[in-house]
């Protein structure tokens, strides 16, 4: 039963978020992604604009794929931008990346991560207990889990940070501008194309094409 219990926690947590989990590893293992602080003052000052948040800085971490990542829980946040996303986006493009960010923040979208993922977890212990699940079962349980906690995560979390975002863009042509940059850049991985089953089960992001119907529908608002 404890075998059971690990199984389906260690298999939940590392299909939900791969991608964390990854980018925070390579800070401190394998070829080191080196990372600094600094004042970008277009970026704080378009965020404060825009939504009222006051940031002080914002970490870059020296990566070679473009993503940003908002870190911290509500008051204290922690914008993680990588300098690949740094390079490749121009300033319609970044708008879009640092106020979906900031959505995150604003509607406490850590905290709900936290507590979509804890409550799944229980749910699947509490389960596990119930029907006393072998290790086989279980893993399957917690791959069914993974995948029902996902989609909760990208319309109650993702979906609702690029509506916070593509409302408040100066240019919607930037949001869509981005999502050939980042199927570019992500071409090879297996999670790029829109119909690509692993993306649909297990992204949290939605996908570039809703991003630019979202944006193409601030030109006739
Ligand atoms: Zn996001």
Same mark, same amino acid.
């Given at each position: 039963?404890?075998? =059971?219990?690990?199984?389906?926690?260690?298999?939940?947590?590392?299909?939900? @978020?791969?991608?964390?989990?990854?980018?925070? $590893? +390579?800070?401190?293992?394998?070829?080191?992604?080196?990372? @600094?602080?600094?004042?970008?003052?277009? *970026?704080?000052?378009?965020?404060?604009?825009?939504?009222?948040?006051?940031? &002080? @800085? *914002?970490?870059? !971490?020296?990566?070679?794929?473009?993503? $940003?990542?908002?870190?911290? *829980?509500?008051?204290?946040? %922690? #914008?993680? %931008?990588?300098?690949?996303?740094? &390079?490749? !986006?121009?300033?319609?493009?970044?708008?879009?990346?640092?106020?979906?960010?900031?959505?995150?923040?604003?509607?406490?979208? @850590?905290?709900? $991560? %936290?507590?979509?993922?804890?409550?799944?977890? =229980?749910?699947?212990? &509490?389960?596990?207990?119930?029907?006393?699940?072998?290790?086989?079962?279980?893993?399957?349980? =917690?791959?069914?889990?993974?995948?029902?906690?996902?989609?909760?995560?990208?319309?109650?979390?993702?979906?609702?940070?690029?509506? !916070?975002?593509?409302?408040?863009?100066?240019?919607?042509?930037?949001?869509?501008?981005?999502?050939?940059?980042? &199927?570019?850049?992500?071409?090879?991985? #297996?999670?790029?194309?829109?119909?690509?089953? #692993?993306?649909? #089960? !297990?992204?949290?992001? %939605? +996908?570039?094409?809703?991003?630019?119907?979202?944006?193409?529908?601030?030109? =006739?608002?």
């Amino acid at each position: 039963m404890t075998f =059971s219990l690990i199984i389906f926690i260690l298999i939940f947590l590392i299909a939900v @978020n791969y991608f964390q989990l990854v980018t925070f $590893a +390579s800070l401190i293992v394998g070829p080191k992604i080196k990372t @600094n602080t600094i004042i970008d003052k277009w *970026i704080i000052n378009t965020i404060k604009y825009k939504t009222g948040l006051v940031l &002080k @800085n *914002i970490k870059i !971490f020296h990566d070679k794929r473009p993503y $940003a990542m908002m870190g911290g *829980i509500y008051p204290f946040p %922690i #914008l993680i %931008i990588s300098e690949k996303m740094r &390079k490749l !986006f121009n300033k319609d493009e970044m708008e879009w990346v640092v106020l979906h960010e900031t959505g995150h923040h604003l509607l406490w979208h @850590n905290l709900e $991560a %936290i507590i979509i993922e804890g409550v799944t977890i =229980s749910l699947g212990v &509490k389960l596990i207990h119930l029907l006393q699940l072998n290790i086989f079962s279980s893993g399957l349980l =917690s791959i069914f889990f993974s995948i029902l906690a996902v989609q909760i995560i990208r319309y109650g979390i993702e979906y609702q940070a690029d509506k !916070f975002s593509i409302l408040r863009v100066s240019d919607p042509e930037g949001v869509i501008t981005a999502q050939a940059k980042l &199927k570019k850049y992500y071409k090879d991985s #297996l999670f790029n194309s829109e119909k690509s089953l #692993l993306r649909i #089960l !297990f992204h949290w992001n %939605i +996908s570039p094409g809703l991003r630019i119907k979202m944006a193409k529908m601030r030109y =006739s608002s």
